[in-house]
């Protein structure tokens, strides 16, 4: 007798949680304490411990990626009109408009999906104060033309470092550039603490400010020096991030044996290209997205839909682009003629499924959908 049931759907990613019995010892200690909140110990635990293990010098966490953003921009006094991507998620660019600044997007790189420096500069105008590029699938950014632009106009540079927890460039962390780095925790993530974010800074001066903004710009008791938000993690979180840090190297490495499952099973497929990282960088294989060409026998859109219909919820990261919303597609720099090789992208992107707990056999079946006529 065979079964109707359909398999369970597999989703684009899926958070990778522990076991439920090893986080109970945090939550015990929470209840003990009774510090929920206002950076207690468990928050300072984490700190020092991604500090380490993401080589940075300072680092300060947040309740979530966005209001670090938010927060990163206001630390460093942003005004006016700041470079980035419409190859992002919208985060990105709503930070700057939650600031009261004008984005202004610039095209990105056919192989990195990042921002493009020659781009960037062509479009540096008398009321450019910086540049958000944002390290894409966790491919780092060319860092060393961003930065060289910066110092030669005089502009601050602010990495959107969601998908690039961990990834190494040359050796050395990615979130070691630019004046500061922002980090996403979200659920979806390579590390997650339910939901959560950071900012990484170069010095101590400027790691205070920050934490002082995300605490309503209280200093003690009575002091206030700005006008900050409440932008803080909460202990649970905090203490989940502790039990996560545990198991991350693991499930990065699962995460790079399903990378090279795909790739194998894929590289001799027409019109299927799958975008690898430069051979400088150590990935942490956040995404594995793939371009469908016009030497595919289907759409990027049809493959997308028969995907779905084998319930397999891949996802057209990023499409549409940011600069197409409602809230942005007015600004000239919106307009497509202005960014070609972002708008050929965002229309042929497939983001597959990849998450520690994925198994062989369902990224098989996966790479057999897509060989299939």
């Not at 940075?56 to 947040?62: A, D, G, K, T």
């Not at 660019?93 to 960037?120: C, E, K, Y």
């Not at 990378?259 to 290209?273: E, P, S």
């Not at 597959?352 to 996966?366: E, G, T």
Request: charged share 20%; glycine share 6%.
């Amino acid at each position: 007798m065979t079964s109707d049931k359909k398999p369970a759907p597999i989703y684009v990613t899926q958070p990778y949680l522990p076991p439920l019995q090893e986080f109970l010892p945090y939550l015990e200690e929470i209840w003990e304490n009774k510090f929920l909140t206002n950076c207690g110990p468990f928050h300072a635990q984490l700190e020092r411990a991604l500090a380490d293990y993401l080589g940075v010098p300072h680092i300060s966490l947040f309740a979530n990626g966005t209001l670090a953003l938010i927060t990163a921009l206001q630390s460093l006094r942003i005004t006016g009109e700041v470079i980035t991507t419409p190859y992002s998620f919208v985060a990105t660019a709503h930070s700057l408009l939650w600031n009261g600044i004008r984005p202004v997007f610039v095209d990105i790189d056919p192989h990195t999906f990042n921002l493009d420096p020659d781009q960037i500069e062509a479009a540096i105008t008398p009321h450019t104060t910086a540049i958000m590029p944002v390290h894409c699938y966790g491919q780092p950014c060319n860092v060393e033309r961003i930065e060289e632009i910066a110092s030669n106009y005089g502009l601050k540079v602010i990495y959107d470092a969601a998908h690039a927890f961990g990834v190494r460039h040359h050796g050395e962390s990615v979130l070691q550039h630019g004046d500061i780095s922002v980090l996403s925790f979200h659920a979806t993530k390579v590390f997650n603490t339910f939901e959560g974010g950071a900012i990484i800074c170069q010095d101590a001066k400027m790691k205070r400010h920050i934490d002082h903004l995300k605490n309503f710009g209280f200093v003690d008791e009575v002091t206030v020096v700005a006008p900050g938000i409440n932008g803080k993690m909460n202990e649970v979180s905090a203490a989940f991030g502790l039990l996560q840090l545990k198991g991350i190297d693991g499930a990065l490495a699962r995460r790079a044996r399903i990378d090279q499952r795909y790739r194998a099973g894929l590289q001799d497929v027409a019109g299927i290209r799958c975008p690898a990282p430069a051979a400088s960088t150590q990935p942490n294989h956040a995404y594995f997205p793939i371009l469908v060409g016009p030497d595919y026998p289907h759409s990027r859109d049809a493959l997308y839909q028969r995907l779905r219909e084998a319930g397999i919820h891949a996802r057209r990261y990023f499409f549409p682009l940011i600069s197409d919303f409602p809230m942005y597609r007015g600004m000239p720099s919106a307009a497509r003629a202005r960014l070609p090789v972002a708008s050929a992208v965002s229309s042929q992107v497939i983001c597959l499924p990849i998450f520690p707990d994925l198994q062989d056999a369902q990224v098989d079946s996966i790479v057999e959908l897509i060989q299939r006529p």
